[in-house]
Antibody
């Protein structure tokens, strides 16, 4: 089955760190750009970061630049998001999503993992 | 950054109605515009890509149009399962910004 499954979310104190994972299956993971998108409770979707297929090129939203790091292990079919210096405003469900080249869109999404930053 | 503005923010309609949601970009994005539906507690689902192309498996009552800065999503005859939030997104350039969402509710 073609799917993405996120894990690693949880409760963390302000200033803390967390690493999210996104396990891909059913498709050739190494051929696709990948993204992280987040959604604060009751709010809209916000793009966070993307990484190209070989992991050499990355980009970040200004709100997370310098604090978050996206990476991937194509041998393990897994995408990561290392989140440091977490703030209350980082509280959200974090989704990983696949970038579909032909349609220039995000055609496959995981179900998300909730990150709560609170003391 | 390119700003995406959807209107309306919320919309009440009945089963069988025809509804249109508008998305405006702060600068030209050619046809790099996508529409997503998100049901409560679920991941977003791609409906329309490249402004007017129906994603595989999406019912034909959904359609999209536009180019440049102005885009629309139309649902020709609302079904009960269509009541959900909808988001537009530009993939013309990073950051790949989303609209704030349109909540489609049952009247």
């Amino acid at each position: 089955e073609v799917q993405l499954v996120e894990s690693g979310g949880g409760l963390v104190q302000p200033g803390g760190s967390l690493r999210l994972s996104c396990a891909a299956s059913g498709f050739t993971f190494s051929s696709y750009w990948m993204h992280w998108v987040r959604q604060a409770p009751g709010k809209g979707l916000v793009w966070v970061s993307h990484i190209n297929s070989d992991g050499r090129s990355t980009n970040y939203a200004d709100s997370v630049k310098g604090r978050f790091t996206i990476s991937r292990d194509n041998a393990k079919n897994t995408l990561y998001l290392q989140m440091n210096s977490l703030r209350a405003e980082d509280t959200a469900v974090y989704y990983c999503a696949r970038h579909w080249d032909y349609g220039e869109s995000f055609d496959l999404w995981g179900r998300g993992t909730l990150v709560t930053v609170s003391s | 950054d390119i700003q995406m503005t959807q209107s309306p923010s919320s919309l009440s309609a009945s089963v069988g109605d025809r509804v249109t949601i508008t998305c405006r970009a702060s600068q030209s994005i050619s046809s790099y515009l996508n529409w997503y539906q998100q049901k409560p507690g679920k991941a977003p689902k791609l409906l329309i890509y490249a402004a007017s192309n129906l994603q595989s498996g999406v019912p034909s009552r959904f359609s999209g149009s536009g180019s440049g800065t102005d885009f629309t999503l139309t649902i020709s005859s609302l079904q009960p399962e269509d009541f959900a939030p909808y988001y537009c997104q530009q993939t013309y350039t990073s950051p790949y910004t989303f609209g704030q969402g349109t909540k489609l509710e049952i009247k």
